[in-house]
């Protein structure tokens, strides 16, 4: 089940300067196509079997043999567990000619710490990237970028720049990862009531919107909405951006980082997605724990 969408060219005029004035444009490619856009200054991509919600996932040969010269951001970003621990340092003393590797487990930083390689780390625990404090605790540890949740403000981004010298990645565009479950949850499903079906993507509806859901290593399952964050880009004073293809073909995605790029035309997006939303950034988290002082 795909969802299609209507496009047609339309006249714009809209204009947004960036409000950090070298912020640069990453991609989750879907493709090794798509690393090649002239308007990127670069893409995040996984090592398989060490990373979650990444679109394109490639071996440490192929990594390291890529001929670009975009910044390479590698993802080995999942729950590490015990025998996990000696690949991961392979791959870790392997990596070649790239700017950072995301991490979500504690122990890339320890090996990191031992390794001492010269790419940067980037703190990326999705859902608990949400403050300065933390951020300055992992800066401490030689962790120099974070990439930040997609649940938090605008507002709570801008406090999050104030006060720490982190360099900071904001996703801005594209479906945003919601759950990850190592047990394979469609997989089991299908098999206890004995139901056969091969498809790559499945949805979950819930009050009438579909939810991504997709079995691999994992079950993950991502956001009903695209989430369009073109208009908070004036006050977005971060280093980086992401935009994601999940789910997007590569002609529109071309046109949303072309768009991106140029600053203009955000009308156009609205044409092609009818599912836009700007998720937390004008919205408050619903559940926060209040402190009774």
């Not at 979950?204 to 997709?214: A, F, R, V, W």
Request: hydrophobic letters at 40%; a negative charge.
């Amino acid at each position: 089940m795909l969802f299609v969408f209507a496009f047609k060219s339309i006249f714009c005029y809209n204009v947004v300067d960036f409000g950090g004035e070298n912020v640069k444009l990453l991609i989750i490619p879907n493709n090794l196509n798509q690393i090649e856009d002239p308007n990127i200054d670069g893409f995040i991509v996984g090592v398989k079997g060490l990373c979650v919600n990444v679109n394109l996932e490639l071996s440490v040969a192929e990594i390291n043999n890529l001929n670009t010269s975009k910044e390479i951001f590698v993802a080995l970003n999942k729950n590490i567990h015990n025998a996990d621990l000696e690949y991961l340092e392979e791959v870790m003393r392997s990596l070649k000619n790239i700017k950072g590797v995301l991490y979500y487990d504690a122990a890339v930083v320890s090996l990191y710490q031992k390794i001492n390689p010269s790419y940067a780390l980037v703190w990326s625990q999705e859902h608990l990237v949400t403050n300065s404090v933390t951020c300055n605790y992992w800066l401490s540890k030689g962790v120099k970028m974070a990439y930040l949740s997609g649940d938090i403000t605008l507002d709570e981004i801008i406090k999050i720049r104030e006060n720490t010298r982190m360099q900071l990645i904001a996703p801005i565009f594209g479906y945003l990862p919601m759950f990850v479950s190592k047990r394979h949850l469609v997989k089991n499903y299908l098999e206890c009531f004995n139901i056969k079906d091969n498809s790559n993507i499945y949805y979950l509806k819930k009050d009438d919107n579909l939810y991504p859901l997709l079995d691999k290593d994992d079950t993950s399952v991502f956001s009903a909405h695209i989430l369009n964050g073109f208009d908070a880009l004036e006050h977005l004073d971060v280093d980086y951006i992401t935009l994601n293809a999940f789910l997007i073909d590569d002609d529109k995605f071309k046109e949303i980082v072309r768009i991106f790029k140029e600053r203009k035309c955000p009308e156009k997006l609205k044409e092609m997605f009818p599912n836009l939303d700007t998720g937390f950034l004008y919205k408050e988290t619903i559940y926060r724990v209040k402190r009774n002082d």
